[in-house]
């Protein structure tokens, strides 16, 4: 018996296999980017040997397969999505290209507007008119309706993106809408904005449905053969993919609202830091999750990630609710070099994976921070990647010298330089992150995770002023072993409309049990297992504009003094978040949400592993640059033990990931065999 | 002195000067009350020297970026006592300021004893007292009946708020309770800002701190300097109009603008523009300087830091008692979108036959429309700022301008909010909102279009509008060889009477139920020979609906 991870990333496929009495393997395979399921049909071969069994021996015995995946990330980032029609309210086809008058970068004034995802020429309006409070102005026209498909056909549109105006509060003309082209065009995928994100903000509402629409169809295609393929290998039990919001849906679902599916693995990753904060008994952490062109930076508090609406990617809002993560462009490949006013840059250009750093040997010449870290002496050239990939250390001198040139500095300054720029970008990320919700990052604890991070964590949160790290055993493959303690999970959010008066208790009680019966009932249909019920309110002052997300668990949904158990539960939670709260101030109650969770049965994933029996052997020595060039242990991570103890500096090796240790910085592993680290 | 600090020293202080002032952007912003700050973003952070120094900024809006040393240095000129834990305040145009809407707030930072920094927090308020709600008075002849005006003062005194003032400055406001949420984060954001300078003093010693900030600044002029450098020398001339006053007595006041380009260096003389007004559309002296620095930092790379090294290749002239620097005492309100707009648009068409690849063609200008009424489904009053119909950018040597996004001095920076909520909330319909077709400039590349929005008033009894702007005969200005965008077109249309044409300056225009505003916003000026825009251009456009009369206009 198996629960089974699988994650895909931009270079590699990683997975992760838990038995019953909690034992765990670990597999890479490379990224398919052309056809995702080659690359993890053949990563699940790899895992099937590492356990010492067949493909389809493993398959069969596997409970659950759980599918973190990036199609939809990468038709966005790609512009490889469907061909979409909007089909909007007459009067209204602008929206999206509109972006509410808002323009990123201040000063450039010459870079032309980017384009939408919808053409205008494809950006069809119907004769229809719903007023503010739900009522119809003007009714569906039926003779533009049928204009309007009539233009989809000849578009030739794959799929479409119907999108009313107060469609959150009377959808009966865009569900009508959506009928007709079912009836008329039943080989187009059709999204509708009343289905998609039930909300007021026509311009968040509008781009999430366009997203929705543009990625739908190539998620379907691929999670359809996906699963054609795993059934055909011997899988019988089902098959979930994670979703933004951490969560997990089974296929037909993720395809339905296929823009929920955009952080499908970062969020495996964060499912990966709860758990850990769990095992950890460390409530507070920062994950830091760097890679080789970016870095993920998110927040555990209490325990608990917490959920946005306000994520965008590729320059397209999706404002579903999904983790709250911030990517940041710099990483292993972040380029450094020196501007024409002598400013030295490391980033935002990035190596990439080609030509990739100098010391990869493909004809890169520029300096990449993965370059610094050879020349540096934290990465061993020949054991990179487990020996499977090693790097070219001349080439790193080479392309250093270059640039140390540059500087007018030694090749050991300018190196130094590099690592310590990038660690304090790494640094501002995460203090922008955390100021953003109020939080001060220096009585968290950073989790490092992801390949690049254990060179640079000690010095990342030195900046922050961080005093301790835990780096997990599974660091190297956190999201594909996170999504199996991920929960199955439904949303439904909608609109509340007060219009000026106070919120009252009746309605929201109607309002809530109505999201509640379609969200238990939408679980059902998937899931007998336990359910539980999360309700929360997006709500704010009346002058404010950023809505705060309230959880209202734990409140008697039957009190008859409800709106004012709810206004109480605002206060507080304004309070904590932004150190003030105003009762005499008016309160808007914007969104309903609820959740129906469906917790699975985990396997243990906290098998502790044997105690140590003597001191920590160092395998080898080598030199490091730490201010001077020192003689420094190398452990192997695989071979350390609960209750062993490591003193800076010195450097421990995993088959895919690298631990650096500063002076005084003091390592110990704990009884899950995982490094504690504590700052000097 | 900058040669000994070692370059990887001074990134490490670069990157910490720019992400300081971006925390002090995120406290505001999550902090502030008023629309105007929380949604509008209308507020900059900035770390000036004791010197009146721009260290660092964060790029909110362009308008302040070369204002606040202006404020900087006019506290240092007031007084020299500073302790650690004051804080200063200032809006006067004629102490420093652009215009008495936006207050700044200014914190000393200390290193030791030594006094190093300031940080500052400029914030537009959503009210300043005075004789109409919001600051904008079409009808004043003097600063007096713009609202209360702050010279220098200590709001705090090492630390300890004085009370008696905040309560002076709190009472002269409309909306008392507002304004101090939007001060408490003001201070706020502005304490962090030293906070975090602290730390870096002991970091680095405050010395190491000050060679670093000389050599970025030092890095920021060379920057400059050699991107100017590979402009064409000479002497230019560019003007630009504002179409009124608003008094009902001047039209077409110009502004004047000879640059001088010499090697790395841009001398901008302003001096024969014409003479001030008695009403809102003067300038300030430090308005007019941060008109200037807006221009030119348009004009260079955008990715240069915006500091006082990359301003020291520009020199700017101009004369007290022009429309561009007003004598004491004068109306100065609508400075910051006008003439700052006109200022920056001369300067341009100047600085076109210099660096024409950098020259933008004309962005739009700001037309206000404000109104007050009684919503009829709850019974209560409303009051309604417009921020629909952007109107056009312009078109550049890259590409066609961005449609619906703003005007010079706010270039996509404001954020019109959302139409359902606004329907939500006021008893407002709109019933149209879309892309203006033809109303970019044409050219090689075509003009940013305006906004065509049929408003529709669902009020019940009579309500009143104010508006104050420009832009409805000046239009934003083509360049070599495209053409203007259209002008603003605003009307009023009541059933059974005339459509009323409103213009620009004007208070207390009735509105009765069921009327209707045609607003049609401008577009961008066009950039280059519209011989040249491409035939797959135009048939874009005419597929698009975004041109109306499509091919047949190519090379006639």
């Known amino acids: 018996m198996y629960t089974i991870g699988v994650d895909v990333g931009g270079t590699y496929t990683d997975l992760v296999a838990i038995d019953e009495r909690g034992h765990t393997i670990f597999a890479k395979s490379p990224s398919t980017p052309a056809d995702q399921s080659i690359g993890v049909m053949a990563g699940l071969e790899e895992l099937a040997r590492r356990l010492g069994l067949s493909r389809a021996d493993m398959l069969a015995a596997a409970t659950r397969l759980v599918h973190g995946t990036t199609v939809a990330t990468n038709a966005l980032l790609e512009r490889k999505g469907a061909k979409v029609a909007l089909v909007t309210t007459e009067g209204h086809r602008d929206i999206i290209e509109m972006r509410e008058g808002l323009k990123d970068n201040r000063y450039d004034l010459r870079s032309p507007p980017p384009e939408p995802l919808v053409p205008r020429e494809r950006r069809l309006t119907v004769r229809e008119r719903i007023k503010a409070n739900g009522d119809v102005l003007i009714p569906l026209d039926e003779v533009s309706a049928n204009e309007v498909i009539a233009a989809i056909r000849a578009s030739g549109a794959q799929s479409v993106a119907i999108c009313f105006l107060h469609a959150y509060r009377n959808p009966a003309h865009e569900i009508a809408m959506a009928e007709r082209i079912a009836r008329e065009l039943p080989d187009v995928n059709v999204s509708r904005s009343s289905d998609v994100l039930p909300q007021i903000l026509e311009f968040e509402r509008f781009s999430t449905t366009v997203v929705n629409a543009y990625v739908a169809p190539p998620v379907r295609r691929y999670l359809t053969s996906l699963e054609a393929r795993l059934r055909e290998a011997g899988l019988k039990s089902s098959v979930f993919i994670i979703l933004s919001h951490g969560g997990m849906a089974p296929i037909e679902e993720a395809a339905r609202l296929a823009a929920g599916t955009v952080l499908s693995g970062p969020a495996g990753g964060i499912s990966g830091c709860q758990r850990c904060a769990e095992l950890l008994g460390i409530p507070d952490l920062v994950p830091f999750d760097m890679g080789g062109t970016s870095t993920d930076i998110s927040l555990i508090s209490d325990g608990r990630a917490a959920l946005s609406a306000a994520g965008a990617l590729a320059g397209q809002r999706i404002a579903l609710r999904s983790l709250d993560i911030t990517s940041i462009a710099a990483g292993g490949g972040s380029i450094a070099d020196v501007d024409a006013g002598g400013t030295f840059h490391v980033g935002p250009e990035s190596a990439g994976s080609v030509p990739g750093p100098a010391c990869y040997g493909n004809g890169g010449t520029d300096v990449a921070v993965t370059d610094a870290n050879v020349v540096l002496g934290y990465l061993d050239a020949d054991a990179f990647m487990g020996g499977q990939r090693p790097l070219d250390r001349a080439a790193s001198d080479a392309a250093m010298d270059r640039l140390a040139a540059k500087l007018g500095l030694s090749r050991d300054a300018a190196a130094a330089g590099v690592y310590r720029m990038i660690n304090l970008k790494m640094a501002d990320g995460i203090r922008l992150t955390t100021l953003r919700r109020g939080v001060d990052p220096r009585r968290f604890t950073l989790l490092s995770f992801g390949g690049a991070a254990g060179l640079h964590c000690v010095e990342v949160a030195r900046e922050l002023e961080i005093k301790r790290i835990v780096v997990p055993t599974a660091a190297s493959v956190l999201s594909a072993w996170g999504m199996l303690t991920s929960d199955l999970r439904y949303e439904v959010s909608r609109t509340y409309l007060d219009s000026g008066k106070r919120i009252q208790s009746s309605e929201v009680r109607a309002l809530f049990a109505e999201l509640e019966a379609q969200a238990a009932g939408r679980l059902r249909s998937w899931f007998d297992g336990p359910m539980t019920i999360q309700r929360s309110a997006e709500m704010r002052y009346g002058e404010q504009i950023f809505e705060i997300d309230v959880p209202l668990d734990g409140l008697d949904m039957d009190d008859p003094a409800l709106a004012a158990r709810i206004e109480e539960r605002f206060h507080c939670r304004h309070e904590d978040l932004y150190t003030y709260a105003s009762p005499d101030q008016e309160v808007v109650f914007v969104n309903a949400r609820v959740a129906a969770v469906g917790a699975v049965t985990r396997g243990n994933d906290d098998v502790k592993p044997a105690p140590a029996t003597a001191p920590p052997q160092p395998k080898s020595k080598r030199k490091a640059f730490f201010g001077a060039w020192r003689e420094v242990p190398v452990y192997a991570m695989d071979r350390l033990a609960p209750s062993h103890t490591l003193e800076g500096p010195a450097i421990v090796e995993a088959e895919t990931t690298t631990v650096v240790l500063n002076d005084g910085d003091r390592a110990r592993v704990n009884e899950l065999g995982w490094l504690d680290i504590r700052l000097g | ?273 014409d003479p001030q007004s008695t009403r809102f559309v ?154 203006l077709a033809d109303s970019g400039g044409d050219g090689k590349h075509r003009g940013g279009l305006g906004v065509a929005l049929d408003l529709v008033m669902e009020t019940q009894t009579v309500a009143l509008a104010n508006t104050a702007g420009e832009g409805t005969r000046h239009r934003a200005t083509g360049m070599l060889g495209g053409s203007d965008g259209e002008p603003h077109r605003y009307r009023l249309i009541s059933e059974g009477r005339e459509p009323r044409v409103l213009r620009t300056k004007e208070v207390g225009i009735e509105i009765h139920p069921g009327d209707w505003f045609e607003i049609r916003s401008s577009g961008g000026g066009g950039w280059g020979d519209p011989a040249e825009r491409s035939q797959a251009a135009r048939a874009r456009d005419a597929e698009q609906g975004l041109v109306s009369d499509n091919t047949t206009k190519a090379g006639a």
């Open chain 2, 282 to 435: 003067n300038s300030s002296h430090a308005n007019m300087q941060a008109a200037v620095a807006m221009a030119f930092a348009y004009l260079i790379d955008p990715d240069i830091p915006k500091n006082d090294g990359c301003l020291r290749a520009l020199k700017v002239i101009a004369k007290q008692g022009t429309i561009v620097w007003a004598d004491p005492g004068r109306p100065v309100t609508l400075c910051t979108s006008h003439p700052s707009n006109e200022i920056v648009e001369a300067i341009v068409k100047a600085l076109s036959a210099s660096c024409p690849e950098r020259a933008m063609a004309g962005w739009s200008r700001r037309f206000r429309i404000a109104i007050q009424g009684e919503d009829p489904r709850t019974g209560r009053n409303f009051i309604w700022h417009m921020f629909q119909a952007r109107p056009g950018g312009g078109a550049s040597s890259q590409g066609d301008g961005w449609s619906s996004i703003g005007e010079w001095h706010t270039v996509g920076g404001i954020k019109f909010g959302s139409l359902e909520v606004a329907e939500v909330r006021f008893p407002l319909h709109f019933r149209h909102h879309e892309f």
């Open chain 2, 1 to 273: 002195m900058s040669a000994t600090i070692d370059p990887i020293t001074r990134s490490v202080v670069q990157h910490r000067l720019s992400s300081i002032v971006a925390e002090m952007g995120e406290a505001m912003l999550r902090t502030s009350y008023s629309q105007i700050l929380n949604s509008s973003r209308d507020f900059s952070l900035a770390i000036c020297d004791t010197k009146g120094r721009l260290i660092a900024q964060a790029d909110h809006i362009p308008v302040h970026v070369g204002a606040l040393p202006w404020a900087a240095r006019a506290i240092e000129e007031r007084f020299s006592n500073f302790k650690p834990g004051d804080v200063l305040l200032l809006n006067d145009p004629y102490h420093g300021g652009s215009h008495l809407p936006d207050l700044t707030a200014f914190v000393p930072v200390f290193d030791g004893e030594r006094r190093m920094y300031w940080a500052i927090v400029r914030a537009h308020q959503s009210d300043i007292g005075g004789a109409t709600h919001g600051g904008y008075n079409p009808t004043a002849s003097e600063i007096y009946q713009e609202g209360l005006r702050v010279p220098p003062i200590f709001l705090y005194e090492a630390g300890k708020l004085r009370d008696d003032i905040l309560d002076m400055l709190a009472l002269n406001v409309r909306n008392s309770r507002d304004f101090r949420g939007d001060l408490a984060a003001m201070v706020g954001a502005a304490r962090l800002g030293e906070r975090r300078l602290l730390r870096l003093f002991d970091e680095f010693g405050g010395a190491t701190v000050e060679r670093a900030v000389d050599a970025i600044l030092d890095a920021a002029e060379q920057q400059t300097r050699a991107v100017v450098s590979t402009w064409k020398d000479g002497v230019f001339h560019g003007e630009a109009f504002l179409d009124d006053d608003g008094s009902g007595g001047r039209e077409n006041i110009r502004i004047s603008a000879k640059v001088t380009k010499r090697g790395g260096e841009v001398e901008v003389d302003l001096s024969d523009s």
